[in-house]
């Protein structure tokens, strides 16, 4: 099993910063791609960004050029920086998991974090 932590949401203005990290223990090692995932209030989750272990990333358009994912293997940890945050990016941002348990792929979920950007 792999678990996930959230932490580093919060409150922030308009045009400002977060950087948002997801803590991976358990089976770590069977861990081939992480990604960040987002559900507003009344929405659908949508895809936010992903990594894999060779480093290739994905963006969505929404946030392409302003959002970044980056992952530390040494730690375990994935982080998603956000400049320039809007009030569109309001939401609960889950970070996720893709690993392999049992000679199958599986997916964890963290417990989500809050990201509040006001006007």
């Known amino acids: 099993q792999v678990q996930l932590v959230e932490s580093g949401g919060g409150l922030v203005q308009a045009g400002g910063s977060l950087r948002l990290s997801c803590a991976a223990s358990?089976?770590?090692?069977?861990?081939?791609?992480m990604g960040w995932y987002r559900q507003a209030p009344g929405k659908q989750r949508e895809l936010v960004a992903t990594?894999?272990?060779?480093?290739?990333?994905n963006y969505a358009d929404s946030v392409e050029g302003r959002f970044t994912i980056s992952r530390d293997n040494a730690k375990n940890t994935v982080y998603l920086q956000m400049n320039s945050l809007k009030p569109g990016d309001t939401a609960v941002y889950y970070c996720?998991?893709?690993?392999?348990?049992?000679?199958?792929?599986?997916?964890?979920w963290g417990q989500g974090t809050q990201v509040t950007v006001s006007s």
């Open positions: 996720n998991a893709e690993y392999y348990s049992r000679f199958f792929p599986r997916n964890s």
């Open positions: 358990g089976s770590t090692f069977s861990i081939n791609a």
């Open positions: 990594i894999t272990n060779g480093g290739t990333t």
